[in-house]
């Protein structure tokens, strides 16, 4: 899982893998579908629609979430936070992990086998969670880094930097 990319919001953000990024994609969209998707505004349905391809592979090599482009004004800012805040307890539900055999199911339903990565490792979900309440700071504006990079539990670390 070698690429990267960065998570930014008003010039605050973070490293991470872009395969933890399809599969947190995954459950944010879960959140969305859950509220429905008509229930919210344009730009936060233009995040859906991103996150959606993220999930399904369509964005591999350009994974990302343009929270400046679609998270525009209070409203829309109120409203994601609630849709990860709604994505937590989906997660806690998974249990402490999501092993490997539901990370490959996950792959599976990728749009081309070329863009499915066959995981090694399990994720523990509180690395998610711990990514969600990095999002959640950078659009709060309590989030001081701009090139901080994220590292999960259980994954290789090759700087022995802090894992979440």
Known sequence: ???????SYRDKGFWISESFIEVLSQYICESFEKIGISNISSNLQKTYTQCNANRSGAY????????DDYVDGSQDKIAFIAVLEKTKPILKAKGPELSIMTLNEF???KI???FINKWAFSVKTSSLISTIDIIIQMLNGTWTSDNYSVYYSGFPNPNGSMEI
Do not use: K, Y
């Not at 591999?60 to 929270?67: E, H, I, N």
């Open 1 to 7: 899982m070698p690429n990267q990319t960065n998570i």
């Open 107 to 109: 792959e599976s339903n």
């Open 60 to 67: 591999r090599g350009m994974v990302d979430v343009f929270l």
């Open 112 to 114: 081309d086998p070329a």
